[in-house]
């Protein structure tokens, strides 16, 4: 029974010390894409930095502008919004493939709407406090697909892009 438990203990240390995290401590990755919102057609650019094998800090910037008809005018509508999130990646617990990288955490942000001064319905500018949850699929050891779903910030519906590690 001894040997049982330390085969079985060497071997879960083995996998967890050889598996790789999704992006290695003091490494940056890129993300552009687009995004879903009932606002537009937001795009964005972010950078994740490895803090830990298994978290990530990053920030992010998005610009999206769309036409609304309110009260029979016309008026256009730029929203721009800087966010920081943290990451928690599943990959080491879960023990998943090193293509695939599966995440989430809280985000924080701040949301700019510029309007004509004419108008008068509920658009304003504030501070943004969610989460998320998402995930990428690397087709290569440098590019990769990512998908993401969250509430409270720029995106609430979801984005999807791609991610270049740098």
Do not use: C
């Not at 057609?41 to 990053?58: E, K, M, N």
């Not at 309007?115 to 690397?138: A, C, E, H, M």
């Amino acid at each position: 029974m001894k040997k049982l438990i330390l085969v079985v203990a060497v071997t879960l240390i083995s996998v967890v010390s050889f598996s790789q995290s999704p992006l290695s401590v003091g490494k940056n990755q890129l993300n552009v894409g687009v995004g879903l919102s009932e606002w537009g057609v937001p795009i964005y650019i972010g950078l994740d930095h490895g803090i830990s094998r298994d978290l990530t800090i990053g920030g992010e910037f998005s610009f999206r502008s769309y036409n609304e008809n309110w009260n029979n005018n016309d008026y256009k509508h730029n929203i721009i919004g800087i966010s920081a999130n943290l990451n928690y990646h599943f990959n080491t617990v879960l023990n998943i493939p090193n293509e695939w990288d599966f995440y989430a955490g809280p985000n924080l942000g701040f949301y700019s709407w510029s309007s004509p001064d004419d108008y008068t319905g509920d658009k304003n500018s504030g501070l943004g406090i969610g989460v998320q949850i998402g995930g990428r699929y690397f087709i290569s050891n440098k590019i990769g697909l990512n998908f993401e779903f969250g509430s409270g910030n720029a995106f609430s519906g979801g984005k999807l892009g791609l991610t270049f590690k740098l």
